[in-house]
């Protein structure tokens, strides 16, 4: 049986480049150094209920990296809720010596998303 996606937002890019934020809170921060350009992670949407919900950056382990910005979050939040899926790929690991907020580029892709857009997401 093939797994359709919701429709995807329109004017959203089905694959982009965005930084991770809150990586250096609540000890997040100790799994960026295991981490590499090229590892796979996954997005993993905030429950129902949020005030602000957030589209998550989590290691294959599930151990949680970051959050993406929330101008991605408004829109790739409830499109995962309804059952869509994405990926994402480390481009880019620094440590310390990087403001926290640019410590982790991702290269994300929407799986089944109809669109051709492709753009930078934050």
């Known amino acids: 049986m093939d797994y359709a996606a919701p429709p995807f ?3 959203c890019p089905n694959q982009f480049r965005a930084t991770v934020l809150g990586t ?4 997040r921060d100790r799994h960026l150094e295991g981490l590499h350009a090229g590892d796979r992670m996954m997005l993993v949407p905030d429950p129902p209920g949020q005030t602000d919900p957030e589209v998550w ?4 382990s599930g151990d949680p ?3 993406l910005p929330r101008d991605i ?3 790739l939040w409830p499109w995962l809720r309804r059952g869509g899926a994405a990926s994402a790929v480390a481009l880019a690991v ?5 403001p926290s907020w640019r410590r982790l580029v991702v290269d994300v892709h929407c799986e089944g998303a ?3 857009a492709v753009g930078a997401g934050g």
Not at 24 to 27: K, L, N, S
Not at 94 to 98: F, I, S
């Open 114 to 116: 109809e669109t051709g």
């Open 65 to 67: 990296v970051g959050h």
């Open 57 to 60: 950056v989590h290691l294959e």
């Open 24 to 27: 250096v809170f609540a000890g």
């Open 9 to 11: 937002p329109n004017g």
């Open 73 to 75: 979050s408004t829109w």
């Open 94 to 98: 620094h440590g310390a010596d990087t």
